[in-house]
Nanobody, 122 residues
Framework: QVQLAESGGGSVHTGGSLKLSCVVS????????LGWFRQVPGMERELGAI????????TYADYVKGRFTISKDNAKFTHYLEMNDLKSEDTGVYYC???????????????WGQGTQVTVSS
């Protein structure tokens, strides 16, 4: 059974930082593309960042470039989203995703976590 478990969400002030973690089990971690989407209330889920099977292959949505960094630790079966300079519009539920295919910006990934809430206030 594939499971993705996020942690690290919380409440911060504008300009603050958070680091999200996603522990993955039930699939060959090193052979999967891993990433993060977010959902703002009333909006569709949108991509934050994707790391391909090759750790050097990453895709970032324009709104996170220069602020968010995706990384993964194959030995810990965990991938991360480090978020800096957070803005109020970053508030939402963040989901980690996994799939053998890199769908880029499309929310077509096969496996999703339950989500972790990030709240940024001024």
């Amino acid at each position: 059974q594939v499971q993705l478990a996020e942690s690290g969400g919380g409440s911060v002030h504008t300009g603050g930082s958070l680091k999200l973690s996603c522990v993955v089990s039930g699939l060959p971690f090193a052979d999967y593309c891993l990433g993060w989407f977010r959902q703002v209330p009333g909006m569709e889920r949108e991509l934050g960042a994707i790391a391909g099977i090759d750790s050097d292959s990453t895709t970032y949505a324009d709104y996170v470039k220069g602020r968010f960094t995706i990384s993964k630790d194959n030995a810990k079966f965990t991938h991360y989203l480090e978020m800096n300079d957070l803005k109020s519009e970053d508030t939402g539920v963040y989901y980690c995703v996994a799939d053998v295919i890199d769908y880029g910006l499309a929310p077509d990934y096969a496996y999703w976590g339950q989500g972790t809430q990030v709240t940024v206030s001024s």
